[in-house]
């Protein structure tokens, strides 16, 4: 991630205006990747039963994102209508077995734990998505930091939904205790026995819960911002 | 006959790819607001699924496996092949749908192309190579997990039809109803998961 972030430094200067600013800044809020643009929910079910996958898969995701669509609007007007699919799926594959092999080279437990969800970056809708209504009408710049912002929308929901879940479920967040029953018991003096005040809830587990949880999220987010509500 | 009909019935209602699965659920919750989108979409997944997961047969068991063409294991290649030929699929399917029913084309908008990275038509594919279905079995599945798709998605719209004439609160109102719906119908599909029709055919 680092190439990123020099690349923003070096070109900020000139080329950062308020359009700029807004193509970063508007998916995180008004126009969020899973609440308002529906897409890639099936990570967000996949991912998210615990914090740490679901940080790596939102930086894997963004990088992914972010140079698919620097690629394809580098190629837009190269790429004949009858086989942009092929040629966008091409590009995505290429991007994520990169990450994949990196991720590899430099933390081999890391990749032995997450591979699959890596490889689910491919069918992560989110991609296609933004190369489809984005990449093939926009300039290569403009296209790259829609890619990092629309990543950064996608991250932060996922880091949200998967906070809730582990800490409801498992009663931890990133793999450190904090309300279950695993180090911290209690003693019940009455009956002498030990307890934890905290059940963890295994629906938080099942799939159905992220949809809840995200469902929730919609609510609270469309309540603060009422330009978002539904009117049809 | 009855083991085919068996995996049918399965992969409808038992192994359904949406609410057993929770697969393909961008389309499912983008385009399930009115019943008129929602048979359309399902319509081009039932093709797309019935196509692409025969020929993938064909291709890993031809090319990819040992047995195939080159005579070594190219297992390694599956996810781009399989993804090419959907890919393929789609394309044909939107060239098709854009001819002949430009309303159904801009009612899908993006969500046409994006059946591509529809992960149950993937997953179809997938689930055809890890249950070790033959050619029959394959294309059954693959059209059973197709209607599935169809009926759920289509009950979908049909409750969001229907919802609009509840006093839902506002913030809630359209997506977040349908995400926490969709939770809901998941867990009543929970109840069915184990059952075995062949359990019942005689």
Same mark, same amino acid.
């Given at each position: ?22 193509? #970063? ?25 615990l914090?740490?996958?679901? &940080? ?8 992914? &994102? ?12 190269? &790429? ?12 995505? %594959? ?5 990450v ?18 890596? =490889? ?31 990543g ?18 498992? =009663? ?18 009455t ?6 005040w ?11 819960? %992220?949809?809840?949880?995200? =469902?929730?999220? #919609? ?14 | ?9 399965k992969?409808?209602?038992i ?9 393909g ?28 997961v025969?020929?993938?047969?064909v ?12 005579k ?11 993804i ?54 394959a ?18 719209a ?19 109803i ?7 119908m998941?867990?009543a ?14």
């Amino acid at each position: 991630m680092a190439e990123v972030e020099t690349k923003v430094a070096q070109e900020k200067e000139p080329l950062f205006g308020k359009k700029e600013r807004q193509l #970063i800044i508007d998916p995180l809020n008004d126009n969020n990747p899973i609440t308002v643009q529906v897409l890639g929910i099936c990570s967000a079910l996949a991912v998210t039963t615990l914090v740490k996958p679901a &940080i790596i898969m939102a930086l894997s995701a963004t990088f992914v &994102i972010a140079f698919a669509n620097l690629t394809i609007s580098l190629l837009r007007k190269g &790429i004949p209508k009858q086989i942009r699919m092929i040629v966008q799926l091409v590009v995505i %594959a290429f991007l994520v077995t990169v990450v994949e092999q990196v991720l590899k080279a430099a933390n081999y437990p890391i990749w032995k734990q997450l591979s699959v969800y890596i =490889g689910l970056i491919i069918t992560n809708c989110i991609v296609m998505g933004r190369l489809e209504a984005f990449a093939m009408a926009n300039k290569p710049w403009r296209s790259f930091l829609d890619g990092l912002g629309n990543g950064a929308g996608y991250g932060i929901i996922l880091i949200i939904v998967a906070a809730a879940r582990e800490l409801f479920g498992k =009663g931890s967040l990133m793999g450190f205790n904090i309300i279950g029953n695993s180090s911290q018991y209690l003693i019940d003096t009455t009956t002498n026995s030990f307890f934890s005040w905290y059940m963890p809830n295994n629906v938080m587990v099942l799939p159905a819960a %992220a949809l809840f949880v995200i =469902g929730v999220i #919609i609510w609270v987010q469309r309540a603060r911002n009422q330009k978002l509500i539904d009117v049809s | 006959m009855g083991d085919l009909l068996n995996i049918f019935l399965k992969s409808v209602f038992i192994e359904n790819m949406v609410l057993a699965y929770f697969l393909g659920m961008c389309s499912f919750l983008a385009v399930s607001k009115s019943v008129k989108t929602a048979v359309g979409l399902g319509a081009a997944v039932i093709f797309v699924l019935t196509l692409t997961v025969p020929i993938n047969w064909v291709i890993n068991e031809m090319v990819l496996g040992p047995n195939g063409i080159f005579k070594t294991d190219l297992t390694f290649l599956r996810f781009i092949l399989f993804i090419a030929t959907i890919a393929a699929s789609v394309q044909l399917v939107e060239m098709v749908v854009e001819k002949f029913s430009p309303a159904l084309y801009s009612a899908l908008g993006i969500f046409l192309p994006l059946i591509t990275v529809n992960c149950a038509i993937l997953g179809g594919a997938l689930f055809m190579v890890a249950r070790e279905y033959d050619f029959a079995e394959a294309t059954t599945f693959g059209f059973g997990s197709g209607v599935g798709f169809f009926i759920a998605i289509v009950v979908m719209a049909a409750i969001r039809e229907k919802i609009r004439y509840s006093a839902v609160p506002a913030p809630l109102r359209g997506l977040g109803i349908a995400f926490i719906l969709t939770g809901l119908m998941g867990m009543a599909f929970m109840s069915l998961m184990g059952i075995n029709p062949a359990n019942y055919m005689n």
